[in-house]
C-alpha cells in the first residue's frame, strides 16, 4: 500500500511542478514533509543537499533518496519513476505534435513566444543561483576564471567541471 | 546509433551538478556540435517546451531529444541514459556514506563547483539571447519574466499559460486581417 501512495504522490509531484529542480524541491516538501509526514524538515533539508550535490537532475536525485528511505530499492525506483511518468507522457505529446505542426504559422508564432520566455526563464534561475554560489573572493574568482574559459576559450564544460573540483579541493 | 545516444546522456546526466540549467550547455554541445543529431533551431524549441511542461527539464529535454532521433527507442534510451547516474549515485550515497553531505573534501570541491556551474548557465544564456531573435522591440519579455520569477517569486505557469494564450490570439487576429 505504500509503494502504491508512494508512486501516486511522486506523479503528483512530477505532474504539478513547473520550472525545473528547484521548483519541484518546493512541491517534495509539501508532499513529503507537510502532507504525508514521510520525513521531518531537518531530514528533507539534508535530501535537498544531497541532491544538489551528486550528479543528476535534483528532483530525480530527491525521488530516487526519498524512495530508498521510505522502501529500499524498490521504493527508490518507484518513487523515481513517479516524477518522470507524467513528463513521458505529456512531453510525448508536444514532441509529436511539434513535429507535426512545426511549419504551421500559428505554431511557430507559440515557439517563438516561449522561446523568448525560456531565456527569461534561464536568468531568472541564473539570479537565484547566483546568490548561492558566489559569495566570498575564492568564488568570485573561480566564477570569472570560468567565465573566461567558456567564453574567450570556448573550453569544453566537462573539463571545466572536473577542473574545477580539483581546483575546489586543492585550495577551496 | 543507440549506444552512442545512450552514453551521451549518461555523460550528460553524470555531469549535471546543481540543477538542469547547467545541463542545458552540455546537452547543446553534445547533441547539436559534436553528433549533430539535431538543429539549434529544434534544440531552442525542444529548451522552450521542455520548460513549459511539467517535470524535471533535463529529463523533458531527454525525452525530446531522444525521439527526434529514433522515435520510441530514442526516447527510452536517452531518458535512461539521463537518469542511470543518478539512481546509482543516490543509491550508493544512501547506502554507503550516510554523511556524504559534511565530507570536507566534497565541500572544498563544490565550493568551486557552484561558481563554475553559474558560469556555465551564464555564457550559453546571452549565446542563446542572440540566436533567439532578442531585439530592442522584445526584449523587455524575457527581461520582466526573469524579474518576475526571479527575484517575486512568481510560478513560471502563469508566465507560460499567458505566453501561450498571448501567441494564439495574435494569430487568430491576423488569420482574420
Known amino acids: 500500500m505504500i509503494y502504491l501512495q508512494m508512486f501516486w504522490t511522486f506523479m503528483k509531484i512530477g505532474l504539478f511542478s ?20 514521510w520525513l521531518t524538515q531537518a531530514q528533507f533539508v539534508d535530501v535537498v543537499a544531497i541532491s544538489q550535490m551528486t550528479p543528476g537532475p535534483i528532483a530525480i536525485n530527491a525521488a530516487t533518496f526519498i524512495g530508498y528511505q521510505k522502501g529500499g530499492i524498490g521504493g527508490s525506483l518507484l ?12 512531453m510525448l505529446l508536444v514532441t ?12 511557430k508564432n507559440i515557439f517563438g ?13 541564473l539570479i537565484m543561483v547566483f546568490g548561492d554560489a558566489v559569495q566570498d573572493i575564492f ?34 | ?49 521542455a520548460q513549459s511542461c511539467p517535470g524535471p527539464i533535463s529529463v523533458n529535454l531527454s525525452i525530446y531529444v531522444g525521439y527526434h532521433i529514433c522515435k520510441g527507442k530514442g526516447m527510452a534510451v536517452a531518458l535512461l541514459g539521463c537518469i542511470l547516474p543518478s539512481i546509482i549515485s543516490i543509491l550508493m550515497v544512501a547506502m554507503l556514506f550516510n554523511r556524504f553531505a559534511d565530507t570536507l573534501l566534497v565541500h572544498k570541491a563544490f565550493h568551486a563547483l557552484r561558481p563554475a556551474v ?7 544564456l546571452v549565446q542563446m539571447s542572440l540566436k533567439a531573435g532578442i531585439n530592442l522591440m522584445n526584449f523587455w519579455f524575457p527581461l520582466s519574466a526573469a524579474v518576475l520569477v526571479g527575484f517575486m517569486g512568481v510560478s513560471p505557469v502563469y508566465l507560460i499559460l499567458l505566453t501561450i494564450a498571448f501567441a494564439v490570439l495574435q494569430s487568430l487576429r491576423k488569420g482574420k486581417a
Not at chain 1, 513535429?99 to 504559422?105: H, R
Request: charged share 10%.
Open chain 1, 79 to 90: 518513487c523515481t519513476l513517479g516524477v518522470i511518468f507524467p513528463s513521458l507522457i505529456i
Open chain 2, 1 to 49: 546509433m543507440l549506444l552512442t545516444l545512450f552514453l551521451t546522456f549518461v555523460k550528460i546526466g553524470a555531469f549535471t551538478i546543481g540543477g538542469a540549467y547547467a545541463m542545458i550547455p552540455l546537452i547543446k554541445r553534445e547533441v547539436c556540435q559534436v553528433h549533430k543529431w539535431i538543429s539549434e533551431e529544434e534544440f531552442m524549441d525542444g529548451l522552450a517546451a
Open chain 1, 96 to 107: 509529436v505534435s511539434y513535429l507535426k505542426l512545426k511549419n504551421q504559422p500559428w505554431f
Open chain 2, 118 to 124: 553559474v558560469a556555465l548557465i551564464a555564457v550559453p
Open chain 1, 18 to 37: 513547473f520550472g525545473g529542480g528547484y521548483a519541484i524541491l518546493a512541491m517534495i516538501r509539501q508532499e513529503v514533509v507537510v502532507n504525508n509526514a
Open chain 1, 113 to 125: 513566444k516561449l522561446r523568448l520566455l525560456s531565456l527569461g526563464l534561464i536568468a531568472a534561475a
Open chain 1, 139 to 172: 568564488s568570485i574568482i573561480v566564477f570569472l576564471l570560468c567565465l573566461v574559459a567558456t567564453w574567450r576559450f570556448k573550453l569544453n564544460p566537462f573539463t571545466m567541471l572536473i577542473a574545477a573540483a580539483i581546483f575546489g579541493m586543492v585550495l577551496g
